[in-house]
């Protein structure tokens, strides 16, 4: 593994990705910050060592952010290292984690990663990831169970400071409902068309940003459509022909 390297060159053009131009992408993030102002917002405070933003990050799977912080601060109170975690019984882990849900299934993927870890990388630490390339990583991550693209990209963003762009449930439909893709596009290449045509610098601001939007206006049921900044640029609302 060799020193990482955080610059990435930018497509900054006016290509045409299916019927969508980078210039549309670009004015959506600027509609949507305008609205939730998180690229104004000071940096995102990291974790000193990315393995808690990994076991947060599982914690939160399937559950909502009050029961996973809830869980989080459970383990931690109950547990001083990731090596006690690593040793403990499982039943001990999941009820330390039980707010969490399907907390068995959660505390077995814990322990598993955390074995993972400490084996190739002699401790139950990812400090050692901050010196990596980034597609190093991304592999070294997503071959740990349970450990999806979209958990492997905010590890990086959130917790390692590596731009990425994180696809979950919102950012998704938000892409598909304004017409960035089609679809059927999976997760992974919508993360890769947005980490083509978004600056790097606008990633975690943008990411929050969709989060934000597709709770409170893009619902996945019933979205606000008639009150949503977005509704001129937006290709579900056009393909019904009005902005209801
Ligand atoms: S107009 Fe409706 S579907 Fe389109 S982005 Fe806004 S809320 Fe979502």
Known sequence: MGLKNKTKKINRTTDVYGNCTSEKVIASLDLLEETWGNEKKPIYESFEDPIDG??????????????????????????????????????????????????????????????KINNSLGECSLKKLRDWHKEDIKEFLGSLPGVGPKTVACVLLFDIGIPAFPVDTHVARISKRLGFIEEKTSPIEIERFLENVVPEERFLGGHLNMIAHGRAICKAVKPKCTTCPLANLCELTKSRGDSS
């Open 54 to 115: 990994l076991i947060k990050t599982v914690l939160s799977q399937n559950t909502n952010d009050a029961n996973r912080d809830n869980a989080w601060q459970s383990l931690k109170h109950r547990f001083p290292s990731w090596d006690k975690v690593m040793s403990a019984e499982v039943g001990e882990v999941a009820t330390a984690i039980r707010s969490a849900g399907i907390a068995n299934v959660k505390a077995q993927r814990i322990k598993t990663i955390l074995t």
